[in-house]
């Protein structure tokens, strides 16, 4: 708290003489700033020194530790290895660290490491501590596989993560999804993104660290997490929507159609549907890896841009068009959906769908243009005549383009006049559904599942609409719980809230239980596709009711 010089010098000293761990580790927390200007060689080997001086660098931490066995690390801008006895250090102090991530007195060692052939440490180090238990007392390992770590350990990782989730060990999962955050590449990132969808609800514990672990990713970047999921998305080295190649001296292009699947175009123009006869192995290969890597992509980019049509997301003109129109992943979705033209207020301009040759045409089949400083997003059919929803079916049906998702043919639900002072509808109680089915329906629509109480029973279900800051909320009166996730779920009670208003937990009762909650928002109040589609989503379950 002094935070002097004298002070600074005092603790060092402590530091550097003390043999107790947990004594040092308290005392680092005082000098952390200081440690973090020591980014050079020789500061890194004086710290190497004094903890050889203390006896901490004898043997490695386990048998298969042995940093001797390891592929060699080397420093930054140098030829040169880093001694094993600096790495034995790194070990021993990454040891320390309480969860995943970089212990202070290793950091200036590890941001001198050079990253660009670390690759194979990283590996080596991650699938001997996998051979060896996986042990949370060595989860360092993940720590140091993600920092240090390629395409391969992540690979390691992400397979990592679904092991432990359907293996008991759900804490580790999370560790692991941490990692292949630290890790940092855009094909670790999407991996990230996707766990945090995939267990939002099954080990929701694992999709709240990926989800904290790619805000967090995002927050380092000073971006939205919405834009990091758009910047992940790869374009394979494509020059705009095309990757050019010669085979025994003829030019091919290489393309991704509106089936996500690859193409390619000789001199003529002729469709083939594989790599032409005679590619290098070398390039076969590559083209095989963006395949596979294409279908993860639709995997999630597919959920995720219905959500964005959910909550009405828009990109600015510019920023539309560089990742829509120049993308060729993403430009198979441009043709498949039908957008609007927004105004700084959110009115709705125009509507438009793009074609094969990125031609933009509006509603009356007119080539048209995006102005600047506007702003672009899927159109949502509460916006749009029964005319202009026939309209744009049937030039979608002409052009034989089969939309990504149901986005006009969406159910449309609109609030009668006397229910806009309502708070709390009644209007699905009673309605029964099988659980697993629910469950799993839910989820598919973005519910969460709320608190779990007395006896593991689910008391309610909610989901958040971040753009418009409300959360919706079904309450559950069947006999749904994680100890029987077969009995039939029973909805009850229908509310929106502000969001974040509400806690959900572990014995949390905090859902609205009447209409007198501050934190209740009049159904008057609710932007209109918010309230359409929380509508929507029970009415299935009331159209598919469970019969007595």
């Known amino acids: 708290m002094l935070n002097s010089e004298q002070a600074q010098a005092v603790l060092?000293?402590?530091?550097?003489?003390?043999?107790?761990?947990?004594?040092?580790?308290?005392?680092?927390?005082?000098?952390?700033?200081?440690?973090?200007?020591?980014?050079?060689?020789?500061?890194?080997?004086?710290?190497?020194?004094?903890?050889?001086?203390?006896?901490?660098?004898?043997?490695?931490?386990?048998?298969?530790l042995d940093e001797t066995q390891f592929p060699a690390l080397y420093w930054q801008d140098s030829p040169k290895s880093i001694d094993s006895e600096v790495v034995r250090f790194l070990c021993y102090r990454m040891s320390r660290a309480k969860d995943i991530r970089t212990d202070p007195e290793a950091k200036p060692l590890v941001a001198l490491i050079d990253r660009q052939s670390s690759g194979?440490?990283?590996?080596?180090?991650?699938?001997?501590?996998?051979?060896?238990?996986?042990?949370?007392?060595?989860?360092?390992?993940?720590?140091?596989?993600?920092?240090?770590?390629?395409?391969?350990?992540?690979?390691?990782?992400?397979?990592?993560?679904?092991?432990?989730?359907?293996?008991?060990?759900?804490?580790?999962?999370?560790?692991?999804?941490?990692a292949l955050a630290l890790q940092g590449s855009n094909k670790a990132l999407r991996a990230v993104e996707f766990f945090s969808r995939k267990y939002k609800n099954k080990?929701?514990?694992?999709?709240?660290?990926?989800?904290?672990?790619?805000?967090?990713?995002?927050?380092?970047?000073?971006?939205?997490?919405?834009?990091?999921?758009?910047?992940?998305?790869?374009?394979?080295?494509?020059?705009?929507?095309?990757?050019?190649?010669?085979?025994?001296?003829?030019?091919?292009?290489?393309?991704?159609?509106?089936?996500?699947?690859?193409?390619?175009?000789n001199e003529d123009n002729r469709l083939?549907?594989?790599?032409?006869?005679?590619?290098?192995?070398?390039?076969?290969?590559?083209?095989?890896?963006?395949?596979?890597?294409?279908?993860?992509?639709?995997?999630?980019?597919?959920?995720?841009?219905?959500?964005?049509?959910?909550?009405?997301?828009?990109?600015?003109?510019?920023?539309?068009?560089?990742?829509f129109l120049q993308n060729p992943v993403m430009f198979a979705y441009a043709v498949r959906l039908i957008w609007g033209v927004y105004d700084s207020e959110g009115h709705l301009k125009f509507t438009f769908r793009c074609e094969q040759d990125q031609t933009l045409l509006n509603a009356e089949g007119e080539e048209t243009e995006l102005d600047e400083n506007l702003y672009i997003g899927m159109v949502h059919p509460i916006s749009l005549s029964p005319a202009h929803i026939d309209y744009w079916n049937g030039s979608l049906?002409?052009?034989?383009?089969?939309?990504?998702?149901?986005?006009?043919?969406?159910?449309?639900?609109?609030?009668?006049?006397?229910?806009?002072?309502?708070?709390?509808?009644?209007?699905?109680?009673?309605?029964?559904?099988?659980?697993?089915?629910?469950?799993?329906?839910?989820?598919?629509?973005?519910w969460y599942r709320g608190s779990?109480?007395?006896?593991?029973?689910?008391?309610?279900?909610?989901?958040?609409?971040?753009?418009?800051?409300i959360t919706a909320i079904i309450t559950q009166q069947g006999e749904l719980s994680v100890g029987d996730p077969s009995a039939p779920a029973e909805l009850s009670e229908l509310m929106f809230v502000k969001r974040n208003q509400v806690s959900f937990g572990s014995y949390v009762y905090d859902e609205p239980s009447n209409a007198n909650d501050a934190r209740l928002i009049p159904f008057g109040e609710l932007p209109p596709i918010v309230y359409s589609e929380v509508m929507a989503d029970m009415q299935f379950f009331k159209d598919n009711q469970l019969k007595d």
Not at 29 to 57: D, M, P
């Open 12 to 64: 060092m000293n402590a530091i550097d003489s003390e043999k107790n761990d947990d004594a040092r580790d308290t005392m680092l927390e005082g000098v952390v700033g200081w440690l973090a200007s020591q980014v050079t060689q020789e500061a890194v080997l004086q710290r190497v020194a004094k903890a050889k001086t203390r006896g901490k660098l004898e043997k490695p931490l386990e048998w298969w």
């Open 120 to 178: 194979a440490f990283a590996k080596n180090l991650l699938k001997l501590y996998f051979d060896n238990g996986g042990d949370a007392k060595y989860k360092f390992c993940l720590t140091l596989g993600g920092l240090l770590g390629d395409d391969d350990s992540s690979e390691l990782l992400k397979r990592k993560v679904n092991d432990w989730a359907d293996n008991g060990r759900q804490k580790m999962a999370e560790y692991a999804v941490k």
């Open 203 to 265: 080990y929701k514990n694992i999709g709240a660290a990926a989800h904290e672990a790619f805000g967090i990713a995002a927050e380092e970047l000073g971006i939205s997490p919405y834009d990091l999921a758009d910047s992940i998305i790869p374009d394979f080295g494509f020059e705009g929507l095309f990757r050019e190649f010669e085979v025994d001296g003829e030019t091919y292009r290489a393309f991704i159609n509106t089936d996500f699947k690859m193409v390619f175009l």
């Open 272 to 323: 083939l549907k594989s790599p032409p006869k005679g590619i290098s192995k070398e390039l076969a290969e590559e083209f095989k890896e963006i395949t596979k890597e294409i279908r993860d992509i639709v995997k999630s980019q597919s959920s995720r841009l219905e959500q964005y049509l959910v909550i009405q997301r828009k990109w600015e003109t510019e920023k539309w068009q560089a990742f």
């Open 397 to 446: 049906y002409d052009a034989d383009i089969e939309p990504i998702f149901p986005q006009l043919n969406r159910k449309v639900i609109t609030l009668p006049e006397g229910d806009k002072p309502l708070v709390i509808s009644n209007e699905f109680k009673g309605v029964k559904y099988g659980g697993y089915g629910f469950t799993s329906k839910m989820e598919k629509l973005g």
């Open 452 to 469: 779990v109480v007395d006896a593991g029973w689910i008391s309610s279900f909610y989901k958040d609409f971040a753009e418009a800051d």
